[in-house]
């Protein structure tokens, strides 16, 4: 069974960073595209960034210049270096992974890590 578990949030002032971790189970290369999201309180869950198997990186407008998705397959991490924080991205940032394989049905193969929570006070 696949895990995911996100680490690195915590309580930050607006105008600071926090590094965002993402550790997987076994080899990332399983994966098509592992991406970050958040969910802030009475809202959506909504992409931040995202990254595929070949390092192409897509990103939020709202977190454009100001976070860097990266991984390294020698740890099976993904990490999400946020700069320049605002309240606004005050929230749960959970860790998605595409599995690279269909499912016995033909289905797509999603795994979700529990969140970590990034609250940046004003």
């Known amino acids: 069974q696949v895990q995911l578990v996100e680490s690195g949030g915590g309580l930050v002032q607006a105008g600071g960073s926090l590094r965002l971790s993402c550790a997987a189970s076994?080899?990332?290369?399983?994966?098509?595209?592992i991406g970050w999201y958040r969910q802030a309180p009475g809202k959506q869950r909504e992409s931040v960034a995202s990254?595929?198997?070949?390092?192409?990186?897509t990103y939020a407008e709202s977190v454009k210049g100001r976070f860097t998705i990266s991984s390294d397959n020698a740890e099976n991490t993904v990490t999400l270096q946020m700069s320049s924080l605002k309240p606004d991205d005050t929230a749960v940032y959970y860790c998605?992974?595409?599995?690279?394989?269909?499912?016995?049905?033909?289905?797509?193969?999603?795994?979700w890590g529990q969140g970590t929570q990034v609250t940046v006070s004003s």
């Open positions: 076994g080899s990332i290369s399983r994966f098509s595209v």
């Open positions: 998605k992974a595409d599995s690279r394989f269909s499912s016995i049905e033909g289905g797509p193969v999603v795994y």
């Open positions: 990254i595929t198997r070949g390092g192409l990186t």
